[in-house]
């Protein structure tokens, strides 16, 4: 069974501060994928970024990090000099290998508020 | 563009009625999703298609109903068999061969 772990339902941090967001997940498959979205408060949930349990590396796209430890089952996500529109819900997701049954498993969340 | 279209955004019913919501997209994908959401609950999955004519049920599926006659839609019914059918529902779709899911603006139905 596949579970994911968001345990900070809530952050509110102010604007320029930086901000990490908890993942951890559970799995018995040896190879995974493991995903970011986005949903700011219109409700479509965007995609940030995925990540295959082969690659280790930590990953930095603008003002956006994310920390991915196997050895802890945790794929952290860290937002640098929080801006306003940063905003939104959060979602850490879990999917198995490629082909066939394609289920997505999501945590719960993390709000994030940024206070200007 | 392309992308995934959910309408209408807001959806009102009375309770017992069966009501329909409906999802398309223009992005070619074979797999489609519908998810429910629930404050403080993340995403929970209804149904899943992976091709046409073909849906498979998810972690909710009781009191819910979808097809796949067409690649491009995944037609989502909430029946008066589902007990508390006021939530969020987002339509997602993926390419077989990758993870990456698109989602729809998502429909916000409540029930009085």
């Known amino acids: 069974a596949q579970k994911v772990t968001q345990a900070q339902t809530e952050i509110s941090v102010v604007e320029k501060e930086d901000v990490t967001l908890d993942c951890v997940y559970e799995?018995?498959?040896?190879?995974?994928?493991l995903f970011w979205y986005k949903q700011p408060p219109s409700g479509e949930l965007v995609f940030l970024i995925r990540?295959?349990?082969?690659?280790?590396q930590n990953e930095i796209s603008g003002r956006y990090s994310w920390n991915f430890q196997k050895s802890t089952s945790s794929f952290n996500f860290t937002i640098t000099a929080s801006q306003v529109v940063d905003s939104a819900v959060y979602f850490c997701?879990?999917?198995?290998?490629?082909?066939?049954?394609?289920?997505?498993?999501f945590g719960i969340g993390t709000k994030l508020q940024v206070i200007p | 563009d392309g992308g995934i279209t959910q309408s209408p955004k807001y959806l009102f019913r009375k309770e017992g009625q069966n009501v329909t919501l409906s999802c398309e997209q223009n992005?070619?994908?074979?797999?489609m999703y519908w998810y429910r959401q629930d404050p403080g609950q993340g995403l929970r999955l209804i149904y899943y298609s992976q091709i046409v004519n073909d849906f498979q049920k998810g972690d909710i599926a009781e009191g819910y109903s979808v097809s796949r006659e067409k690649k491009e839609s995944f037609p989502l019914t909430v029946t008066s068999a589902q007990k508390n059918p006021t939530a969020f529902y987002l339509c997602?779709?993926?390419?077989?061969?990758?993870?990456?899911?698109?989602f729809g603006p998502g429909t916000r139905l409540t029930v009085t």
């Open positions: 992005l070619n994908h074979d797999a």
């Open positions: 799995t018995r498959d040896t190879t995974y994928y």
């Open positions: 997602a779709s993926s390419a077989q061969d990758r993870g990456k899911q698109y």
């Open positions: 997701a879990l999917r198995p290998p490629e082909g066939g049954y394609q289920k997505v498993t």
């Open positions: 990540r295959n349990s082969f690659d280790e």
